[in-house]
Nanobody
Framework: VQLQASGGGLVQAGGSLRLSCAAS????????MGWFRQAPGKEREFVAA????????YYADSVKGRFTISRDNAKNTGALQMNSLKPEDTAVYSC??????????????????WGQGTLVTVSS
């Protein structure tokens, strides 16, 4: 599966952005989808994951209550709605797909496919 993230940009603190992840190739619905981010000088970290059906969602504590992950298997797309953004949310955000295992997967090594990231900058 090939993935492409989009929707990043510059936003003021407290604002919102919606990231999209377009998938092509094999059946998107057979993959767990996740979002990760990497801030300058830091390691890539888990943000959110969603099960194949979309019924199960998991979030990092730092974004819980502010971000919402979703997917539309009919359109082969995923999304990350980000509200109440903070300067510390500034990072390159990437979507990833996991072909096997549960959606409760927060490790970078648990995802086999990665898309190019999209930069989110939150100004104070």
């Amino acid at each position: 599966v090939q993935l492409q993230a989009s929707g990043g940009g510059l936003v003021q603190a407290g604002g919102s952005l919606r990231l999209s992840c377009a998938a092509s190739g094999r059946t998107f619905s057979s993959y767990v989808m996740g979002w990760f981010r990497q801030a300058p000088g830091k390691e890539r970290e888990f943000v959110a994951a969603i099960s194949r059906s979309g019924e199960g969602t998991y979030y990092a504590d730092s974004v819980k209550g502010r971000f919402t992950i979703s997917r539309d298997n009919a359109k082969n797309t995923g999304a990350l709605q980000m509200n109440s953004l903070k300067p510390e949310d500034t990072a390159v955000y990437s979507c990833a797909a996991r072909p096997f295992g549960s959606a409760r997967a927060m490790g970078v090594s648990e995802y086999a496919y990665w898309g190019q990231g999209t930069l989110v900058t939150v100004s104070s």
